[in-house]
């Protein structure tokens, strides 16, 4: 662990099981990983090995069904196992956003693209209620913590069978009548701040609402000004067309009468040029006639713009507006690389390519500006042109807006060019952990080198190798290493003790019986290491390219 970084995210022995008609479901088992700021953390693993369980623990959008059995997700000194839903809304989608793997699933396949991307700004642009909400936060996270409180207490004595350590009925009713004492305090003060703060926010409001009345005073004389500017133009521009269309008129007829009767091919051409020269010569003077107004009508423009500036920037003190939400989603829409923003803001999800649609998911993403953002698989639907596309996007807007990256996937070679570090998993737990440079060049655990075997590799005749058997059964996960049914290297010990975590070296960590001392040794395979051969000699020539 690097002390001298911040930490955004720290998972703590996270441990998260699904209630079936067949018995629990054990899908996490104990993992612990810290996501620093700045970073992208890749959890890779087979489907069913528990990354995508953890990554929505994290959001909180676990299904109903399950169950956190215990553990902690800590993010801003509050633990996100414990928080109540209300609070967990401010953190979901706002701090902490999400890429699903499906963009079409993801969108509305009725509801135009700029209204998805805007709705969540809309409906979480209450500013001034979240202001009042924001005031009274701390009491009212007293009066829910205690809920909390006497909520684990419930817990902790219904589920403690063993006698010597079970909780007495009696100890069980005081601690819990303690917590309910302090209640009506709590509510008092709840109460008491709730005063308070409602004053504070229409004082804010008031003041707001003063200075926009102020701004819009200063305003009118100019704005009144060029009202009267534009009357009194228009009036006089009446007479002005009327003159100048009158002389056109006379001037043409004059022409016509002049050239009446005439045959000759050169005469008719000549009468020609000159009537087109006498239609310019009036359009001009006619826009000479209209320059006053014109002007006028631009000034009038620019004063009421002026006011419904004043205006507008009062209603985003109460609220995100619409003109602002529209705004924001075409920024984002261009940032995110969708061409054409203000017209793709009005069409369908299926007007829409798979690429284009993630890119549009990632933009409702990015909306409320989050420091964490979690890709569940975001390339898996995509071809893999597209992939590189995406990949090479996320990885600029991580290093555009200093975002720290959750990225979840099945396929090591998606995040060899964009993670930082990386968490192997299987059957639920994290059997490997370290830097992308540690996991590729110097992977130690045998599921980490059936991971690397199985990738396709373009400068290599080798046969694919395939990862034999299945994930096991988590309604029963196996006493000793998950991996050991599917381990060609698997040894005795294996099959009857879970491994621990050996310590490589400060940043890498994995857990196999191989790297035991009384192990016997096990060299990585060599179509790894002629891989890694491979990839050593071309990171070598890019680096050479680039000098």
């Not at 069913?48 to 997700?73: E, F, M």
């Not at 008129?249 to 045959?263: H, I, M, R, S």
């Not at 359009?283 to 000034?299: H, V």
């Not at 017209?343 to 649609?357: H, I, L, N, V």
């Amino acid at each position: 662990m690097d002390k001298n970084r911040k930490v955004e995210i720290s998972v703590k022995d996270l441990t998260v099981s699904f209630r079936t008609t067949q018995g629990m479901v054990r899908a996490v088992r104990g993992v612990s990983f810290d996501l620093y700021k700045g970073e992208t953390l890749a959890i890779v693993g087979e489907s069913g090995s528990g990354k995508s369980v953890s990554s929505r623990a994290i959001i909180g959008i676990l299904a109903g069904n399950a169950v956190i059995d215990k553990g902690h997700i800590i993010y801003e000194d509050q633990d996100l196992t414990k928080i109540p839903e209300e609070e967990f809304h401010k953190i979901r989608g706002n701090k902490i956003g999400m890429i699903f793997q499906d963009p079409l699933s993801s969108l509305n396949p009725i509801m135009r693209i700029g209204k998805q991307i805007t709705e969540g700004m809309i409906i979480n642009g209450k500013r001034l209620k979240n202001r009042y909400k924001a005031l009274i936060h701390d009491e009212k996270m007293k009066i829910i913590n205690a809920k909390l409180a006497i909520q684990e207490l419930q817990r902790q004595y219904e589920m403690n069978e063993d006698p010597q350590t079970q909780m007495s009925k009696e100890t069980f009713k005081q601690k819990v009548q303690e917590i309910k004492a302090q209640m009506p305090a709590y509510h008092k003060a709840l109460r008491a701040k709730s005063v308070i703060a409602k004053k504070q926010v229409k004082a804010e409001y008031q003041a707001q609402k003063e200075k926009t009345q102020k701004a819009i005073n200063e305003l009118q004389p100019k704005f009144k000004s060029a009202q009267e500017s534009a009357a009194n133009s228009k009036l006089g521009i009446q007479k002005a067309v009327q003159e100048t269309k009158s002389v056109y008129q006379k001037e043409l007829l004059d022409l016509k009468t002049a050239y009446a009767g005439v045959t000759e091919k050169e005469k008719r051409v000549e009468f020609m040029t000159k009537q087109k020269s006498l239609k310019a010569s009036y359009n001009e003077k006619l826009k000479e006639a209209r320059a006053p107004y014109t002007q006028a009508k631009a000034n009038l423009k620019s004063a009421r713009a002026a006011i419904q500036h004043e205006k507008e920037m009062l209603r985003r003190f109460v609220k995100v507006t619409k003109k602002e939400a529209y705004e924001r989603a075409i920024q984002v829409m261009t940032e995110v690389g969708i061409p054409e923003p203000k017209k793709r803001f009005k069409m369908y999800p299926f007007q829409f390519s798979g690429g284009m649609r993630q890119r549009i998911v990632i933009a409702i993403a990015l909306t409320a500006d989050p420091e964490v953002l979690i890709c569940d698989e975001p390339t898996t639907a995509l071809d893999v042109t597209i992939q590189a596309q995406i990949l090479d996007l996320i990885k600029k807007l991580k290093d555009e807006r200093g975002l720290s990256v959750i990225f979840i996937t099945h396929d090591l070679g998606v995040v060899a060019n964009v993670s930082d570090r990386v968490a192997v998993m299987y059957a639920g737990k994290i059997v490997e952990y370290g830097t992308s440079d540690e996991i590729f060049y110097n992977p130690r655990h045998p599921y980490t080198w059936a991971l690397l075997s199985s990738m396709p590799d373009l400068n290599s005749s080798d046969r694919l190798t395939a990862i034999q058997g299945t994930p096991p059964n988590m309604l029963f996960p196996p006493k000793g290493d998950a991996f050991a049914e599917r381990n060609p290297y698997a040894m005795e010990i294996d099959f009857k003790e879970e491994p621990p975590i050996f310590k490589i070296n400060d940043n890498h960590y994995a857990a196999t019986w191989l790297l035991h001392p009384d192990a016997p040794k096990v060299d990585i395979p060599q179509l790894i290491q002629d891989r890694i051969k491979r990839m050593e000699d071309k990171s070598k020539e890019m680096m050479k390219h680039a000098k």
